[in-house]
């Protein structure tokens, strides 16, 4: 029996990953996960700069590329900003992950280019 492509876990040859929220649960997990991956992550934050650079340092240990920002996700021209800087320094993105909790109007999620 042929194995799905689902039962195979992605891997990232180029490219980064933004996981909102990376600092804790969730978002950490699939920040991690990414990693492992080959992915390179760029994690945010809203309050919690300590888990967020933890993070990033176990990413780092995986011998990937990982940076941690602080983000108000709320705030389109922040987003914009940030999104401007990691492709500029990192090249295309593969993924975009929101997992920073509270509710967010799906139309800004739309915005991102």
Do not use: C
């Not at 967020?52 to 709320?74: D, S």
């Amino acid at each position: 029996m042929t194995s799905s492509w689902l039962a195979q876990e992605p891997r990232f040859d180029k490219g980064v990953a933004i996981v909102t929220g990376g600092s804790g649960g969730i978002g950490r997990e699939i920040a991690l996960t990414l990693a492992r991956a080959g992915s390179d992550v760029v994690i945010t934050y809203g309050r919690n700069k300590d888990a967020a650079a933890k993070v990033a340092e176990e990413i780092q240990a995986m011998g990937r590329k990982a940076e941690f920002h602080p983000l108000a996700i709320e705030n389109s021209d922040e987003v914009s900003t940030l999104v401007e800087g990691v492709i500029a320094r990192h090249g295309p993105l593969h993924s975009v992950v929101y997992a920073s909790g509270p509710g967010l109007h799906m139309e800004l999620i739309a915005d991102i280019q």
